[in-house]
């Protein structure tokens, strides 16, 4: 079930694309027929989870399921609090936390493209809940990156300020719908520097004009009591919120993208 503070931030959001989502099962979209995003966020949040099978890649436990309710279904990716590897740099039981911010914060920014996100319980307990994009398996950064750098550009300037540990290449989905999604968000908003990132493209280059407004009004969010700030504080600790406060302000000052720094600036593996 939606949990209470969450569902009070869904409904202020402002950012949200109605029919952005083809399809009567959004896995499986069907000619001429749409869900908006607050119904696949319900079907998220309150349908019905059947297990499909195990995800077999990654260090952590990740599942393929599907969720219904009484008029829709749709494939999701199920990633358990209990599943979670222990790290050394990153609190256990964090990651799904983390995956829930990213997409809040996306919702607030208006970018990158983040799947629908949900936290809720599950089969296994309490994980994040992510609907899935039906994606060309042979495509990731490597492949499209020429092509569509103007797509990578706000992915890039999202993980430097949610301090991103980990865009491999694959967390980048060329979308059967022809749009590049960001996936993978468990490794961020630490308080230390952790930028891994295989999208370098862009050091050094000035940010557009567009994106800082779009940051100067995320930051005046995090410094409104209640919405945005309220529904972090249940998911990072204050100092986590503080930190990415930060980055924010820098990126402001500075207004250009950051080069590689003098340690580990790429993740591994690369895809």
């Not at 009070?8 to 109605?18: G, H, I, L, Q, Y």
């Not at 820098?250 to 720094?261: Q, S, Y």
Request: charge should be positive; include cysteine.
């Amino acid at each position: 079930m939606l949990r209470p503070w969450y569902k009070r931030w869904w409904t202020k959001m402002e950012r949200v694309e109605a029919g952005a989502y083809p399809g009567e099962s959004p896995s499986k979209p069907r000619q001429g027929t749409a869900v908006s995003l607050e119904r696949i966020m319900r079907l998220l949040s309150e349908g019905e989870i059947e297990p499909q099978r195990l995800i077999p890649w990654g260090s952590n436990y990740t599942f393929l399921v599907t969720v219904r309710d009484d008029s829709l279904s749709a494939l999701a990716v199920y990633k358990p609090q209990r599943g979670e590897a222990p790290l050394w740099d990153f609190p256990t039981g964090t990651l799904c936390l983390r995956e829930m911010a990213s997409y809040l914060v996306s919702q607030t920014l208006g970018w990158p493209l983040i799947p629908p996100t949900v936290l809720r319980e599950g089969p296994h307990g309490l994980g994040s809940l992510q609907l899935y994009i039906e994606n060309d398996p042979e495509a990731n950064y490597f492949t499209f990156r020429e092509e569509r750098l103007k797509d990578l550009l706000p992915i890039a300037l999202f993980d430097i300020i949610t301090n991103n540990a980990d865009r491999k290449g694959g967390h980048c989905l060329l979308g059967m719908d022809g749009r590049i999604w960001a996936v993978d968000h468990g490794l961020t908003f630490h308080v230390q520097r952790k930028l891994r990132t295989v999208i370098w493209d862009f050091q050094e280059q000035p940010v557009p004009r567009r994106y800082l407004d779009d940051l100067e009004r995320l930051h005046q969010h995090l410094e409104e009591p209640g919405g945005l700030r309220e529904a972090l504080s249940r998911l990072l600790t204050e100092e986590e919120i503080r930190a990415f406060a930060l980055r924010i302000q820098r990126m402001l000052r500075v207004r250009r993208f950051p080069k590689p720094g003098p340690g580990r600036s790429h993740p591994w593996p690369l895809i």
